[in-house]
């Protein structure tokens, strides 16, 4: 591990928002533990739990949580500068943020959306979300990151790209679907595990090719920020 | 009345040939507000203190030297190469910022360390040792950052920025928070820095730190160099102003009548308690008469000093120009 990865990752899991990580995947393994305790099928809760909760929710908000805590996080309180006056490529500091952020959000939505797919169906089914989750993570992860490098509120554009364009657009304008994450998720899953649970409203090669797209050009994006990172002055 | 102080050009140079830090016209503005204004500066090795008020201009120099502000024009370079978006010159380059933030989390030892990984140093424990030594925190170096006094944290991040032993090290308000036993043990090091060969400049409010610490200063008032070098010869270069000084002799009445006919001097006070505060217009053509005269009036000289070379003087007459 990087020096820059030990540092982020001890700031990132050294901080009380850390803790924000912890409810919603428990809410969401909780919730799907109850509706198996009711004997309910899965058809009657699985698209709510899995789509509305975990895909919709619990995914984006917690890569939110993590990806603009890596790096945003030492923007606000200024230890970013310790980073930066090294002389380190601004592609290995991105990157190995980048790497942490992926890490964490996929371990913290993978696991619990495989064991909502265990109680909803099969560990097939819990395989595929937790591979979809995954997927979402390192896309989530790289947009996040560079929010974080273009406003000093990334929690705020974040929320609006999760709530406003995936929840609000994404449902009544289907040509919003074609940059959205969650949808992206949706399809990775269905393919592998097909099952009625899951609606993809995007084709695979779609859904594959952007999230490489989301990857690629915000990592690079985030570096050519970063390579220009300023530090206020008094006059400004 | 005109000083003799050129605005944008240095009034002495500190060290002949290039220097290590140049800049060449750099203006920096945000919209429409100019917050550095053409300045053209050359800092060779030893200490120079960075003088102005609050919102000259001092921190946007220091962040543009230090590679964190583009210049809106004009040329910038640490030993030839450009600081902004070339990270390559932080092998040679500390940075001290007057923002006091550090990873608490961390010990002083592992934060100081981790500096010296990402410079990639040969042996980095020997090098963080060697830096917390320098600053006089080994005892704590085992405790958390988060857990120091302003000072101790000050320390810590001088010895991160002192890890590579960089050539040029640059420091904004240094002796902010530290206590009088901790702020002199400051002086020493970059006094010992300064005379090892390394290039610092520090920013500071307080005028007698920067008088303790630094002879060569660079002055920015309102975004302009007011003045730059020695601040001593700076003071006697600013030839509209009278030069005062405290003079003590044998016999100080028929001194000041012998002085009041020298062309020099301009006004002559007798102290209640002893010795003359003699105004002279012309710093060399006084300094020369009085041994003279005294000389020819069978007066012993007893005391002489400038009594406005301050540099409280210096930057008050600065800030009045």
Partial sequence: MSTVAMITARGLFGRRRALLLLPLPLLLVGLAAICRAYDLSPDQWGEAVIVGLGFAVVLPVIALIVGTGVLGSEVDDGTLVHILTKPLPRRDIIIAKYAVAVAATAVTTATPLFFVGLLAGSADLGAALAVAAVAGSFAYSALFVLLSLLTRRPVLLGLVYILVWEGLLGRFLSGTRVLSIEQYVITIAHKISPTPILDAEVGITTAVVMSAVFVVVCTIFAINRLGSFSLAGETS | ?321
């Fill in chain 2, 1 to 321: 009345m005109t000083t003799q102080i050129e605005p944008t050009s240095p009034a002495v140079t500190p060290a002949a040939g290039p220097g290590v830090v140049e800049l060449q016209n750099v203006t920096k503005w945000y919209g429409n507000v100019v917050a550095v204004n053409d300045i053209t500066m050359s800092l060779g090795t030893g200490v120079t203190g960075l003088l102005g008020p609050n919102g000259a201009g001092k921190t946007t120099v220091l962040h543009m030297m230090a590679g964190f502000l583009a210049p809106s024009r004009g040329t910038l370079t640490i030993d030839g190469k450009p600081t902004w978006r070339n990270p390559g010159v932080y092998r040679d380059l500390g940075l001290v910022t007057e923002r006091e933030a550090v990873h608490a989390f961390l010990t002083a030892e592992q934060f100081v360390l981790a500096c010296a990984k990402m410079q990639k140093l040969p042996d980095p424990a020997g090098a963080a040792r060697r830096a917390l030594e320098l600053v006089e925190m080994t005892d704590a170096a085992h405790r958390r950052i988060g857990t120091f006094s302003k000072g101790m944290r000050q320390r810590t991040r001088v010895a991160a920025a002192l890890v590579h032993e960089p050539r040029v090290l640059l420091l904004d308000e240094p002796f902010n928070g530290m206590d009088p036993r901790q702020r002199m043990h400051m002086m020493e090091l970059l006094h010992r820095l300064g005379d090892n060969g390394h290039t610092i400049l520090f920013s500071s409010h307080i005028l007698e730190e920067v008088e303790q610490v630094a002879g060569l200063v660079q002055v920015i008032v309102a975004g302009r160099l007011a003045a730059s070098g020695d601040y001593r010869k700076i003071r006697r270069l600013m030839t509209n102003r009278p030069h005062v000084f405290a003079v003590r002799s044998s016999d100080d009445r028929r001194l000041a009548v012998a002085l009041i006919g020298e062309k020099s001097v301009s006004g002559i006070e007798i102290e209640s308690g002893g010795g003359l505060t003699v105004r002279a217009s012309d710093y060399g053509s006084f300094t020369r008469a009085l041994p003279r005269i005294a000389l020819d009036q069978g007066i012993r000289l007893q005391k002489l000093v400038p009594s406005d070379e301050s540099l409280e003087s210096v930057f008050s007459y600065l800030l009045e120009a």
